[in-house]
């Protein structure tokens, strides 16, 4: 099966040592999963994208249409835009069968695709519930990560050369 390139530097740095056990007791409390991949930089990029889920879910005033859901959701389209960005480059350094980095990056690219639609329909006045619009971010969020992002943790090596533990 055709591999991306294995081992480089920049992707050994990006690891830390850990095993199933850390990463299952490492559960946000937002969303009650287990959400971290084992790649620091992923890490806490996902947690400050979690951190805008958080703020919405904790603002009853910010529904679809008002200045504070559009603040937030523009924060979120840019911190979403710039973590694609640093994820894509691990994906493809780290030795993860190609079929998988192209059907992750193809992910990416339809919740961007949804956040510009998204956008485009608040702007033009389409009526969109609060919860709604806060089950499409946790889509794009959460149910990203354990569907896709999590998959990482089967391909990164840890500093001693061997992968986490299934
Ligand atoms: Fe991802
Ligand atoms: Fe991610």
Same mark, same amino acid.
């Given at each position: 099966?055709?591999?991306?390139?294995?081992?480089?530097?920049?992707?050994?740095?990006?690891? #830390?040592?850990?095993?199933?056990?850390? %990463?299952?007791? *490492?559960? =946000?409390?937002?969303? @009650?999963? /287990? +959400?971290?991949?084992?790649?620091?930089?992923?890490?806490?990029?996902?947690?400050?994208?979690?951190?805008?889920?958080?703020?919405?879910?904790?603002?009853?005033?910010?529904?679809?249409?008002?200045?504070?859901?559009? #603040?937030?959701?523009?924060?979120?389209? %840019?911190?979403? *835009?710039? =973590?694609?960005?640093? @994820?894509? /480059? +691990?994906?493809?350094?780290?030795?993860?069968?190609?079929?998988?980095?192209?059907?992750?990056?193809?992910?990416?690219?339809?919740?961007?695709?949804?956040?510009?639609?998204?956008?485009?329909?608040?702007?033009?006045?389409?009526?969109?519930?609060?919860?709604?619009?806060?089950?499409?971010?946790?889509?794009?969020?959460?149910?990203?990560?354990?569907?896709?992002?999590?998959?990482?943790?089967?391909?990164?090596?840890?500093?001693?050369?061997?992968?986490?533990?299934?």
């Amino acid at each position: 099966m055709a591999h991306v390139a294995r081992g480089l530097p920049a992707c050994r740095l990006a690891l #830390e040592s850990q095993n199933l056990e850390r %990463r299952a007791a *490492n559960r =946000h409390p937002a969303t @009650e999963f /287990a +959400i971290r991949v084992g790649v620091p930089a992923i890490d806490r990029e996902h947690a400050a994208l979690v951190a805008q889920l958080d703020r919405l879910n904790a603002n009853p005033d910010a529904h679809p249409g008002t200045e504070t859901f559009s #603040e937030i959701l523009s924060r979120l389209g %840019r911190q979403i *835009n710039a =973590h694609f960005d640093s @994820e894509e /480059a +691990i994906l493809r350094e780290c030795a993860m069968p190609t079929e998988i980095v192209l059907e992750h990056i193809q992910a990416h690219t339809e919740i961007l695709d949804q956040y510009s639609r998204l956008n485009l329909e608040l702007m033009n006045g389409k009526a969109l519930s609060r919860d709604e619009a806060l089950g499409m971010i946790r889509r794009w969020i959460v149910d990203h990560v354990l569907h896709h992002d999590m998959k990482l943790t089967q391909y990164v090596h840890t500093e001693s050369g061997t992968p986490p533990n299934p």
